[in-house]
């Protein structure tokens, strides 16, 4: 059964509000309405914007919110593609940012349509908890990353807070899982992946990996 959260990410009418009003009352809401996780953020997006000749991958993209600061800086080559299953999101995405060596393309997170080891970044963020079965998705995200290349992944966190009663059964009601602190990193450590960093903002985590390098 597709959940309440699934279906609000097909319709054009949230797709056309999603990036301006929900999702940086939602980015509060994950350190219940603090500013840890728009801090972070933040962080993250200047992080994206550094200047260089990347391929980065943006899966589950949504409307293309991280498109201008992760395509800002590219040189050379660099390439900036956004990949979601849902058209209305992908519309919005084509209409608001439409840059020079920026793509987005439909498909299935779980199924990326790209050979291994063609990103130098790899991003899944605020999707993962909406996806019925998500360690997959690590995965196939851990198999495009380049030799040296990192995952970024921003989601939920089952912290105390969350676990608090009612919590797990609101969030299950509306289609978000509540994901273990340990389950991300422990999958990307069984994929290889190194150099781990997770940092806690209230009920959501961030979660930085890195390929381990080519052997010359
Ligand atoms: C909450 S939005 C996140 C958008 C953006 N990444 C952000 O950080 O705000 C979640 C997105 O995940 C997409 N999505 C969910 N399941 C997917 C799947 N299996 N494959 C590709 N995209 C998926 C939805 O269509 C939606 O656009």
Redesign the pocket.
């Known amino acids: 059964m597709t959940s309440i959260a699934?279906r609000m990410?097909?319709n054009p009418v949230f797709s056309l509000v999603y990036e301006k009003a929900w999702?940086p009352l939602f980015t509060r809401g994950f350190s219940l309405g603090g500013s840890g996780t728009a801090d972070y953020d933040h962080a993250l997006r200047a992080y994206l914007a550094r200047p260089g000749e990347r391929h980065v991958l943006?899966?589950?993209?949504?409307p293309g919110?991280?498109s201008d600061d992760a395509a800002g800086g590219l040189t050379g080559d660099g390439r900036y593609i956004g990949?979601?299953?849902?058209a209305a999101?992908l519309a919005r995405a084509g209409h608001d940012h439409h840059a020079e060596r920026v793509t987005f393309v439909r498909?299935?997170?779980?199924r990326l349509p790209f050979a291994d080891g063609s990103f130098d970044t790899v991003l899944c963020?605020?999707?993962l908890y909406?996806?019925p079965d998500p360690l997959p998705v690590l995965d196939e995200m851990a198999r495009v990353c380049a030799p040296g290349g990192e995952v970024i992944v921003?989601t939920s966190a089952r912290t105390s807070v969350a676990a608090l009663p009612g919590g797990p059964l609101a969030a299950g009601l509306v289609g978000l899982r509540l994901f273990d602190l340990d389950e991300l990193v422990d999958r990307l450590r069984s994929l290889g992946l190194e150099h781990l960093e997770q940092t806690v903002t209230g009920v959501g985590q961030y979660v930085h990996a890195r390929a381990p390098k080519a052997s010359s």
């Open positions: 699934q990410m097909g999702r943006d899966v589950a993209c949504g919110n991280y990949i979601d299953f849902s999101m498909g299935d997170a779980h963020l605020a999707a909406l996806i921003f």
